[in-house]
């Protein structure tokens, strides 16, 4: 590690010492050491490459449920002291603790071959050109293209006085696309992005001609939509990207910090029926090389994958450290944050919808009358009363269980667990989506996975314009 | 107003001095032109919830951002470590990066005659804010919270109530010999209290107030008391029935859609012909009753600067007058791919200029906002919105929505979990009346106003 390692093990304790120093329960620190690497592709020209170097200590020290956090962006000892001192002051009285730290191995899910921030910068803009080549060559009818392509290299190291230090490695490539379709007078867009924790590995298994010719043909499909239809209906999801409902609908719900303070709509809801029978959902922190995936969680804690509702019942929520001690359980490994500025809290990882038994095909064929909902651009919920919306940017019609006309974006809303009560099939056909979902929650953003296999809603709002039609 | 004290001058002369020290590695190293953007800043936030402070947080950073043009290529990065070696290092790694980028004549960065000499204090720094201690702070959160419990009994859980205050210096400097520095605060207290509904549902209401002087914030209670209000509002919220019917958006949701026309009047989203706005230049884009305007130099604003990111002198900008599409906001690159000049509106400095808005705003019309009710049978009165279903390149809009059900010119039950739609050219086309309620709590604000006609889909 070029960063964090370079701290001594005397200043880590020194660290926590001054940080317990008031009184707190435990403390921990938390070094990040991140390198980034840009290249923005505007209209086939490379227009901007950027990147840089941030590296940083957040000191966090906490006493019941009260945080005390101050961050400081140099290693040196005595401004790291200056914030541990700062963090410290949340507790008042109390006795001091006694701290001893051990290093801890723990296994890695992934492990990058050659790190894309690394990567010669001319090989860089050769994978854009070929995204853009392909969406161009995709029709005539495609009149710009936009493509970046970004790089992290994380490295963290996270000692807690409860005991452990460990040292993770956090790689993250993305890249994205977006094309531009006219025709009479009309434009559309499409985009198509993906990515995880990977090196320059990603491109075998996904090439940037696959995102080139996806956003092609999204702008293409939206250049023939239609207005959607205004109303409640059966709404059959893709499987992949549909995930996002499951993100929207009850996984931040689920984050146990909401449920302790009493303001999520699952608060004292565990063991209760919260989703059709039919709903199995797990968060899976530990998928190879997946998006939201991470060895270690930012409070130290190695995490594991949990069923969060099995066959319709609530299980389990997703712990922090904070909250899994006012709970009475174990941290599920959710800690999470958005970097050394920033406080951690329960976030998700990659978050997914256990595959059912029906065939896709047959899901559709039983519509007679709704939407089939493909991509989506983003989403978001009201913890407390459960209402969550999702924007759609690909769906069709369907009519008497075929899928027919495109449909202009719209926005479909529903309530948490009203709308997975009306889950009545679940596809056989599991997939992941490829990685390119980042989550917002309190100002701070982490990358995150989801999944879902095809499954029928019998009833969500759809908001498009056409009434009656 | 006075001018900056003498602790505030040696903040800004420590970041020129960093600044120039970029600089002048970059005009060792032979690069054509460089921006640099140093800042630092300062900021305590904290939480109380339940009466008891539940979160302490200091911070304090410092900083520079620099972009470089080459040969008409360009690079940008950014690095907290200010020592000479490091910014030395810093800038050989630009110099670096800048030759995968690819050559454009308009990503020069605008002539030193066009950017300003001079510019005004707006008094947009507090000398209290930086006084404020946690245990201040604190104290205001708690009043505030408690006021919030202590206002309705159907109060049952709180997210809390906090206070976050921030101050920040910033110089830019370029090699074009334009160095502006500018100082500001701002300070927020915000309350997040529940009610609980029937069926386990529950409710939420939020109020802030703040602004870049202290004496924005006002009275705790006040604050606590309305979310309070907010929350217990919404008690019993139901679907309305699917149909098309007339909207008035309060003042928050009537900027909430103003903001999305914001979006589409940015030069980088023009040339890139990503608006449904790309080719309506002077053409009726909005009901007569709407006028639009983009003012950076409104004094204490939340949206206030002196210059922009690239140097100019900030100007205010009319954007709709009327109705009738007037003009863009443009940072040197998209005036230059418009061939229009430039309207002083670059942000992102030390990074890739783009256009934004400063204090973006609906003006004020003659109506009290009750009036905007009147003779409608049955209409929906939206105070909040949720999602991001947008599309600035054709303008259909579709947002989840809450509010009230408009029955008889009155507002009656609450109304939640529906979505509304129609295309933003149609919308702004469809107001029929604006309110007389424009306050500049926000950068983006607009009066209430009533559309038309939108389509709701409920059950």
């Known amino acids: ?469 | 107003m006075s001018g900056p004290s003498r602790a505030t001058r040696a903040r800004l002369d420590i970041l020129e001095e960093a600044a120039m020290r970029a600089l002048e590695c970059a005009s060792a190293l032979g690069l054509d032109h460089a921006e640099v953007s140093a800042s630092e800043g300062e900021s305590l936030e904290v939480n109380v919830r339940q009466g008891a402070a539940d979160l302490v947080k200091e911070s304090r950073s410092r900083g520079i951002g620099m972009r470089i043009v080459h040969d008409g290529r360009v690079a940008t990065s950014a690095t907290t470590d200010l020592g000479v070696e490091a910014v030395q290092a810093f800038v050989a790694g630009l110099a670096d990066m800048v030759r995968f980028s690819e050559e454009d004549p308009l990503a020069l960065p605008p002539s030193p005659r066009e950017q300003t000499g001079a510019w005004d204090d707006l008094d947009l720094y507090d000398p209290k804010t930086a006084r404020i201690g946690p245990k201040r702070a604190i104290s205001m959160a708690t009043r505030a919270e408690k006021a919030a419990f202590k206002q309705d009994r159907r109060i049952t859980s709180s997210e809390g109530a906090g206070f976050s205050r921030t101050i920040g210096f910033s110089v830019l400097a370029t090699s074009g010999g334009f160095v502006g520095r500018n100082f500001g605060s701002n300070q927020y207290l915000v309350a997040h209290v529940v009610a609980d509904d029937e069926g386990g549902k529950k409710r939420n209401g939020h109020y802030w107030s703040g602004g870049r002087h202290f004496d924005l914030v006002g009275s705790p209670e006040a604050v606590g008391r309305e979310a309070a209000a907010r929350a217990c509002r919404a008690i019993g919220s139901r679907k309305m029935a699917t149909g098309v019917y007339p909207v008035v958006f309060d003042k928050e949701a009537a900027g909430t859609i103003l903001g999305l026309l914001g979006s589409c009047i940015m030069g980088d989203r023009i040339y890139r012909e990503q608006s449904y706005l790309a080719a309506r230049l002077q053409d009726a884009v909005a009901s007569p009753l709407v006028t639009v305007i983009d003012d950076p130099r409104i004094p204490r604003g939340p949206g206030t600067r002196p210059y922009d990111a690239e140097g100019r002198r900030t100007r205010k900008n009319k954007i709709v007058t009327k109705g009738v599409l007037d003009g863009f906001l443009l940072d040197t690159y998209s005036a230059r791919k418009l061939e229009m000049k430039p309207t002083g509106s670059a942000a992102g400095g030390g990074g890739v200029p783009h256009p934004t808005s400063s204090n973006f705003y609906m003006k004020a019309g003659r109506q009290k906002p009750a009036s905007l009710l009147k003779g409608i049978d049955k209409g929906l009165y939206v105070t909040n919105m949720m999602g991001f279903g947008f599309d600035a390149m054709t303008g259909n809009f579709s947002r989840g929505a809450g509010g009230f059900l408009i029955e008889s010119g009155e507002l009656t039950t609450p109304v939640g979990e529906i979505t509304i739609s129609r295309n933003l050219d149609e919308i702004l086309k469809g107001i029929e009346a604006v309110a007389n309620d424009l306050e500049f709590r926000t950068s983006v604000a607009a009066p209430s106003f009533r559309v038309d006609q939108m389509t709701i889909s409920g059950n």
């Open chain 1, 1 to 469: 590690m070029r960063g964090a390692t370079r701290v001594e093990p005397e200043h880590i304790k020194k660290l926590l010492r001054a940080a317990l120093e008031g009184g707190a329960d435990f403390a921990d620190v938390y070094f990040e050491y991140r390198r980034s690497r840009s290249f923005v592709m505007e209209d086939g020209r490379v227009r901007t490459v950027g990147g840089g170097v941030d590296l940083g200590v957040g000191i966090r020290a906490v006493k019941g449920e009260a945080v005390g956090y101050a961050y400081a962006e140099s290693l040196e000892l005595d401004s790291m002291l200056r914030a541990a001192t700062t963090a410290g002051q949340i507790a008042r009285a109390g006795r001091r603790k006694r701290v001893s730290v051990e290093r801890r191995r723990i296994r890695a899910m992934y492990r990058p071959t050659l790190e894309v921030v690394d990567m010669d910068g001319a090989d860089c803009v050769a994978l854009l050109r070929r995204a853009d080549k392909a969406a161009r060559e995709a029709s005539r009818k495609i009149v710009r293209v936009d493509a970046s392509l970004a790089a992290v290299h994380k490295e963290v190291l996270v000692a807690s006085s409860d005991g452990a230090i460990v040292f993770d490695e956090q790689p993250m490539v993305r890249m994205g696309v977006s094309a531009a379709a006219r025709a009479k007078g009309r434009t559309e867009q499409g985009s198509s992005g993906g990515g995880g924790r990977f090196g320059l590995e990603y491109f075998d298994a996904h090439t940037p001609e696959s995102h080139g010719e996806e956003a092609a043909r999204v702008a293409l499909v939206n250049l023939d939509s239609r207005e959607a239809p205004a109303g409640t209906m059966p709404v059959v999801l893709a499987n992949g990207d549909s995930g996002i409902l499951l993100h929207e609908a009850v996984g931040h719900g689920l984050e146990a910090d909401f449920n302790r303070k009493e303001t999520s709509n699952y608060t004292g809801q565990i063991g209760e029926s919260v989703a059709s029978p039919l709903v199995t959902v797990v968060d899976a922190p530990r998928i190879g090389g997946e998006r939201g995936s991470i060895n270690v969680d930012d409070e130290g804690v190695v995490p594991s994958a949990h069923r969060l509702i099995v066959n319709g019942k609530l299980r389990r929520y997703l712990y922090d450290k904070i909250s899994a001690k006012h709970f009475g359980v174990e941290p599920t490994g959710s800690g999470r944050r958005q970097s050394f500025r920033h406080v951690p809290m329960p976030r998700m990882s990659n978050t997914y919808m256990e595959a059912g038994e029906d065939a896709p095909e047959d899901i559709i064929r039983s519509v007679k009358r709704g939407i089939y909902a493909v991509r989506f651009s983003g989403g978001q919920v009201n913890i407390s009363n459960g209402d969550f919306v999702f924007s759609l940017t690909e769906g069709y019609l369907i009519e008497d269980g075929k899928v027919t006309a495109p449909l202009k974006g719209a926005n479909l809303i529903g309530n948490g667990p009203d709308a997975l009560a009306t889950v009545s099939m679940v596809g056989s056909d599991f997939r992941l989506s490829d990685g390119m979902w980042t989550c917002g929650k309190d100002g701070q953003s982490v990358p995150v996975g989801v999944g879902m296999p095809t499954v029928k809603l019998d009833q969500l709002t759809v908001g498009g314009t056409a009434v009656g039609s």
